[in-house]
Structures are given as C-alpha cells and as structure tokens.
C-alpha cells in the first residue's frame, strides 16, 4: 500500500520496512519482493541473502512436485523468481563469493520445474534489459 500510494501517501521507505519486516517473519512473498528489489538496486548480496531463505527449503524438499502441487501459484511464481534470480547472481559471480556455473544452472533448471511460464517472463525481460543498455 505504502509502495503504491493505496490508501496512503506513498512512502517507498515505509514500504520497504514493512516488507522486511514481513520477509523476516518468513512470508515467501516477502522474501521474493526483497530478492527482486535488492537485484534491481544492483545489491546482488543481499538479493541472494532473501533469494536463499526462499530457495533453501526446496533444494532440502525430498518431493518437490507434491509440494509445488500443493502451493497456491503465487507462491510457486514467488519461489521460481528468487530461483531465477539467485542462478543469475550465480552465473555472473554477483553476490555471491564467486562465479559458479554448475550451481546456476542446478537453480536455473529448478525454477523450470518449478513454473516454467515464470521464468520464460523472466528471461524475457531480461533479454529486453541487455538489448536497451
């Protein structure tokens, strides 16, 4: 709301702090909007920082189908994003201690399985960014 200006005057450091505080209490949603926040910044440390509280759970999840079959799809949308996001940060060694391609694509092809239309999107998007700079 505070983002937006809903209801409110709008205030992007009101809004940050509630995100953070909600990211902290573990809402995926949270977590996923501090990862993409952070990636967009160009603070690729602490975008990987929330993008692992989000990945981690699946990466320990013995059956990863039966878990995204039971999630609402903004969840599983959530969880592909701060997948993708974290194999970028991966793949061009930012954020994290050093480039790791093998690890990149381990996360790249689980956010596939995970919502194959989310990071198609995300992909998309990024292509257009690369062309534009």
């Not at 940050?16 to 909007?33: S, Y």
């Not at 910044?41 to 079959?69: E, G, N, S, T, Y």
């Not at 050093?98 to 992909?123: M, N, P, W």
Request: proline share 3%.
């Amino acid at each position: 709301m505070h983002q937006a200006g809903q209801g409110c005057r709008q205030d992007d450091r009101t809004a940050l702090d509630f995100l953070k505080k909600a990211a902290a209490a573990g809402h995926d949603m949270a977590e996923t909007a501090l990862c993409v926040h952070y990636y967009r910044m160009r603070l690729f440390h602490k975008a990987v920082q929330w993008a692992r509280r989000v990945v981690q759970p699946l990466l320990d999840c013995p059956d990863l189908q039966a878990m995204i079959a039971a999630q609402s799809p903004d969840i599983t949308k959530a969880q592909a994003t701060c997948c993708w996001h974290l194999s970028r940060c991966c793949a061009n060694g930012t954020g994290v201690p050093s480039k790791d391609t093998a690890e990149a694509q381990r996360l790249f092809s689980l956010a596939l399985r995970i919502d194959e239309q989310t990071v198609a999107a995300l992909e998309k998007t990024a292509v257009q960014a690369e062309r534009q700079s």
